[in-house]
């Protein structure tokens, strides 16, 4: 996952984003404050949704991949409540929803080739969390070569219209 | 501005986030594509909410200063709706909120050095708004010298649970 954002998603090198953990406890990234300081001497609130949005869409992609799935993921809706400041080590935390949630995520991207999670993720700090966020998430089955059908029109996901012909009804669609 | 984030917001100019206008029609900030691609090959989800985040917090910041006063700006609460991918430049656009909303939120600034002023942006693309962000800043009269009994305990504002003992009520504070 490290190599993986490293190589695909730049940005998160800048910023010194990394995967710590993922296990029953769900996903942990950090990065160090300094490259993501503001001009308060805290961290850059940009830094703080961008590990915690990154964090669900990891919780997401590890989830499937542990039940051998592999599928795009995508980020759809994302809010932050920002409560305190971060004026040491970024810690996001994002743990796992609950089993149930789980299992129906699973069974409709079994079933459907796509599907939707929720997850709650914020930022650790030993005040308690200074950042509490909640994301959706959509899986969608990869498009390969052998099924050009199932993307209506045939593009290949790059332009904004023909990404949202294909909508299942709410907003979606950006990789975090 | 660009020379102000470009100092105290370092991970700004690895994103290469630029303001270009401050007008009636509001706030205009951009970003090449490439230092903020991910993995799909379209801009990065933390990227659009970090100049989201920004153009809001400087037209904030902006209608202050335009008004003759100098206050800290906070990110309280944020909410993205991603629609579409961004595969290109990216253009963030923040409009002046309506001129009944701006008075009150200088009026409520003025009487009591405290005010939140709500905005809404969006990521521009040909086909039409990509991402929609709303958000809510708070504005704080900046803490002097002179006036050290303003802030309890008198902390720099460095520590959240300092942070934390002087909110009115509403979750706060964290620089965008």
New interface residues.
């Given amino acids: 996952m490290n190599a993986?954002l490293a190589r695909?998603?730049?940005?998160?090198q800048?910023?010194g984003i990394r995967l710590r953990s993922f296990d029953a406890a769900g996903v942990t990234m950090t990065a160090p404050l300094k490259?993501?300081?503001?001009?308060?001497?805290?961290?850059?609130?940009?830094?703080?949704?961008?590990?915690l949005?990154?964090s669900g869409w990891a919780l997401t992609d590890l989830v499937l991949r542990e039940a051998g799935e592999a599928a795009?993921v995508?980020?759809?809706?994302?809010?932050?409540?920002?409560?305190?400041?971060?004026?040491g080590r970024i810690v996001a935390r994002c743990p796992l929803p609950p089993a149930e949630e789980l299992s129906a995520f699973l069974t409709a991207y079994r079933l459907r080739g796509r599907a939707r999670l929720k997850v709650e993720a914020f930022i650790e700090?030993?005040?308690?969390p200074?950042?509490?966020f909640h994301a959706t998430y959509v899986a969608r089955r990869p498009l390969t070569a052998s099924e050009p059908g199932k993307r209506r029109g045939g593009a290949k996901?790059?332009?904004?219209?023909a990404?949202?012909s294909e909508h299942d009804g709410g907003?979606?669609?950006?990789?975090?």
């Fill in positions: 993986y695909h998603v730049p940005i998160t800048a910023m490259p993501n300081i503001n001009d308060k001497g805290i961290a850059f609130g940009g830094t703080l949704a961008s590990i949005a990154l795009d995508l980020i759809a809706v994302a809010a932050a409540e920002y409560r305190a400041p971060v004026a700090t030993k005040a308690g200074a950042v509490i996901g790059r332009s904004p219209s990404e949202r907003p979606q669609r950006q990789d975090p």
